[in-house]
C-alpha cells in the first residue's frame, strides 16, 4: 500500500494510536555550510527554474542540501533516493530520500533508517506529513523498537520542516527552516545526525 493513502497528520496519528506534541527546535552544531553549497543553491535560486516538476525540486534543492549535511558523516551513515521499505502489506512504499546506518557489509547493504524525507508535492504541507509519519511509523517498526528517535523532514525545496518520532510520540518542531538562511538549515540536519550517531553510538 502507498504511503499516501492518508490525507492529513492526523489522520495518521489516530490510526496509530501515537500522541502529538510540539516543541522549538535545539541546534546541537554551530557550522559554516560549506562554499561550495552556498554557492550552488545562490546559482540555484537566481537561474534554475527548478519549480517545473516535483523531480527538479528534489534534484536541484533538496538533495544537494541533504549530501553536503551527510558527506562529514559517510563513514556512519548512507543516504538513499527513492528505497523501497516495507514492514507488512499495510506499511510499504517509497520515501523520496531515506539516510540510514551505514552498514559494515558496505554501502549497497540498506540498515537501520533513521530519517526520512519528503517532498512536500504543490506545496502541500498537510498531504506531506502524512505521508511521511507514516513513513517514520513505518521505519520505526522494521527497527523493531520506538526508543530510537526518528526523523522526519517534509520540504517544498524552499521551505524544511522537521518532526520526531520516538516512545510513541509525534514532535513536530514549531520553527520552519527556509533555504535562504542556509547556515541554519544546515546545522539543523547536523544536529539531527548528531542525534541519530549518538543513538547507535550508545
Avoid at 530519517?115 to 517514520?136: H, N, P, R, Y
Wanted: aromatic letters at 14%; glycine letters at 2%; hydrophobic letters at 40%.
Amino acid at each position: 500500500m502507498s504511503f499516501t493513502q492518508f490525507k492529513s497528520l492526523s489522520e495518521v496519528l489516530k490510526k496509530y494510536r501515537i500522541k502529538y506534541e510540539e516543541e522549538d527546535f535545539e541546534l546541537m552544531t554551530h557550522q559554516l555550510p560549506p562554499s561550495y553549497l552556498v554557492e550552488d543553491i545562490d546559482f540555484t535560486l537566481r537561474e534554475v527554474v527548478y519549480q517545473v516538476s516535483e523531480a527538479s525540486i528534489c534534484e536541484n534543492l533538496i538533495y544537494p542540501v541533504l549530501k553536503a549535511a551527510w558527506k562529514p558523516y559517510t563513514d556512519v551513515f548512507a543516504i538513499w533516493s527513492h528505497q523501497a521499505i516495507e514492514y507488512d502489506s499495510e506499511l510499504s512504499g517509497m520515501p523520496d530520500y531515506i539516510i540510514s546506518k551505514r552498514s559494515e557489509l558496505g554501502k549497497i547493504i540498506f540498515e537501520t533508517p533513521y530519517i526520512a524525507v519528503v517532498e512536500a508535492k504543490k506545496d502541500d504541507f498537510t498531504s506531506g506529513w502524512a505521508q511521511c509519519s507514516l513513513e517514520m511509523f513505518t521505519i520505526q517498526k522494521i527497527n523493531q523498537t520506538d526508543k530510537f528517535a526518528i526523523f522526519g523532514i517534509v520540504s517544498n525545496g524552499e521551505t524544511w520542516e522537521f518532526a520526531q518520532l520516538q516512545n510513541n510520540i509525534f514532535t513536530t518542531y514549531r520553527q520552519r527552516f527556509d533555504i535562504v538562511a542556509l547556515d541554519k538549515l544546515y546545522n539543523v540536519l547536523t544536529t539531527i545526525l548528531e542525534i541519530c550517531k549518538k543513538q547507535f553510538e550508545n
